[in-house]
């Protein structure tokens, strides 16, 4: 199915396709510090909106706090389904909250609440129908005077209307509509990168490379039209400086990375949001500065988030030589780290092998991981891939190795490095065995002798097989019993076929 025929984007709420994982509540204590002012902060419009109620259903501790920030921004939106969506979420944390932990958290009187914004609610729907009208009357104006371009910025103004008050899926049908209308490929540009906006908003992973790959397209053929127009003006002006100037220009590199940073952003949250960690570390390592992803940084992501999704991911995945190379010495990437100073630590530790450190860090930020709404299905599965890499990287240079000594290394007691070692050694990750009554780990030992004395039997064998084929050749040259092949042919090709198989 053609993509631009979608007629709905389905609501992700923080979900992909990919398991999920979520804990029922996170906590916020000493152990697990979270501040709420300064996260949300970073981000402003129907983002801050939706991770705000994540945390509500996720944090009941710091609910009403939630709560309270949520109002204020929703009070700002346009759309006041989000009211009635937060009530319900409060409503269910609150109820959840009370039956299965006994944890009282101090529920706003809903109703009085609702009384309250009725009049906030009639005027904001009001002005919604109003320019809804306006726009729809504009757009059949359009069409009857036939002005694609007018067309197609009514289409995109109704896509943008119709995505700040909640209806996403009319909202794609006016993006996609208006590529009818686009006359260059800076139009078509605009289009996909609106839509990859929106996938991003709703959590389509499935659907963001598709665009991503669009967008791209239309970048190489805009960069090479303007390019053209440049050397065009230069030329026309017979000015050598101006010409040397305009050629200087003519890769479009300035366009190029306004543009491919938020590709590259795009690209590696779709891997991720799809649970393919490795694609999604590869690629959030190339994403540029934060200054080429514009409007995106605090409307769709914080530079936080992006050293931590990459970090974990190459933790995840990556050799610690490849982290050494492309994550330490990255200057782009360690901008972003210094975003989140613990990321380093979280880095340092694990490239000095200091895994108790290492498990310490992901146990503290495990709340700021957990309420993340693209990272949260998958943090168990990541922390647990840099648990089993820490564990197999901690015995490589062992023959062998008591488990008291990893549990002291590790953090763990000892029956649990047991259970995650026996785990690793199943799944073929760790080539040994436990000696569970004297609680030792040991690798197999590999008999040297014994696989050179196999190659030398194979390389035999070879031997006497090629030597029996030559044989047979020698013999059917003085027997005569050679069929010439027609002039012209491949001279041993006949002969080949007549003894290659002969033994």
């Not at 999920?20 to 909106?49: C, K, Q, W």
């Not at 996403?168 to 209308?181: C, D, I, N, Q, V």
Request: hydrophobic fraction near 40%; glycine fraction near 6%.
């Amino acid at each position: 199915m053609d993509v631009d025929t979608i007629e709905e984007i389905q609501p992700q709420d923080g979900t992909s396709s990919s398991k999920v994982h979520r804990p029922m509540f996170l906590p916020v204590d000493e152990a697990h510090p979270f501040d709420l002012d300064s996260y949300i902060a970073n981000y402003s419009g129907r983002t801050a909106i939706d991770r705000l109620v994540f945390i509500i259903v996720l944090c009941p501790s710091i609910a009403p706090e939630a709560f309270s920030l949520c109002v204020k921004r929703i009070h700002r939106s346009r759309d006041p389904s989000l009211y009635q969506h937060l009530l319900q979420a409060y409503e269910q944390t609150a109820n959840a909250a009370a039956s299965d932990g006994g944890l009282d958290i101090s529920l706003p009187n809903t109703m009085d609440l609702a009384e309250l914004d009725t009049k906030w609610v009639d005027d904001v729907t009001a002005e919604n129908q109003a320019d809804r009208v306006k726009l729809e009357v504009e757009l059949k104006t359009y069409s009857n005077n036939m002005i694609k371009e007018s067309i197609r910025m009514a289409h995109r103004d109704l896509g943008n209307f119709y995505r700040s008050i909640g209806d996403f899926g009319t909202a794609l049908k006016h993006y996609t509509k208006s590529r009818e209308f686009c006359t260059t490929s800076h139009h078509v540009l605009d289009m996909c990168m609106s839509i990859l906006e929106l996938l991003i908003e709703q959590r389509n992973y499935a659907h963001i490379t598709t665009y991503v790959f669009k967008a791209d397209a239309a970048l190489d053929a805009a960069t090479a039209a303007s390019a053209s127009a440049t050397a065009a003006t230069a030329n026309s002006s017979g000015n050598p400086a101006a010409i040397a100037q305009a050629m200087k220009k003519t890769g479009g590199k300035n366009e190029r990375d306004a543009v491919q940073a938020k590709l590259d952003f795009a690209t590696a949250l779709s891997h991720l949001g799809q649970g393919s960690y490795e694609k999604a570390a590869n690629a959030f390592l190339k994403v540029g500065p934060a200054k080429d992803l514009g409007h995106w940084i605090g409307q769709l992501i914080a530079p936080g988030d992006i050293a931590i999704y990459g970090t974990l991911c190459a933790l995840a995945t990556f050799p610690r030589s490849t982290i050494k190379a492309r994550v330490l010495e990255n200057v782009t990437f360690s901008a972003y780290i210094e975003q989140e100073p613990y990321i380093r630590e979280l880095i340092e530790a694990y490239m000095n092998s200091n895994f108790k450190t290492v498990l310490e860090l992901l146990n503290r930020y495990s709340t700021r991981h957990g309420i993340d709404i693209h990272l949260s299905p998958h943090i168990n599965d990541l922390a647990t891939a840099i648990r089993n890499r820490a564990l197999v990287l901690y015995f490589q240079p062992f023959a062998t190795i008591k488990l008291e000594r990893m549990s002291a290394a590790f953090g763990w007691t000892v029956e649990e490095v047991e259970q995650h070692v026996v785990n690793l050694i199943q799944a073929g990750d760790i080539q040994g065995r436990v000696d569970s009554q004297n609680k030792i780990l040991k690798a197999k030992k590999t008999d040297y002798r014994d696989e050179l004395f196999a190659r030398a039997i194979k390389a035999g064998t070879d031997m006497q097989a090629a030597n029996r084929k030559l044989l047979l050749r020698m013999r059917l040259q003085q027997a005569d019993l050679i069929v010439k092949p027609p002039k012209g042919a491949n001279q041993s090709g006949v002969l080949t076929d007549f003894y290659a198989g002969g033994e």
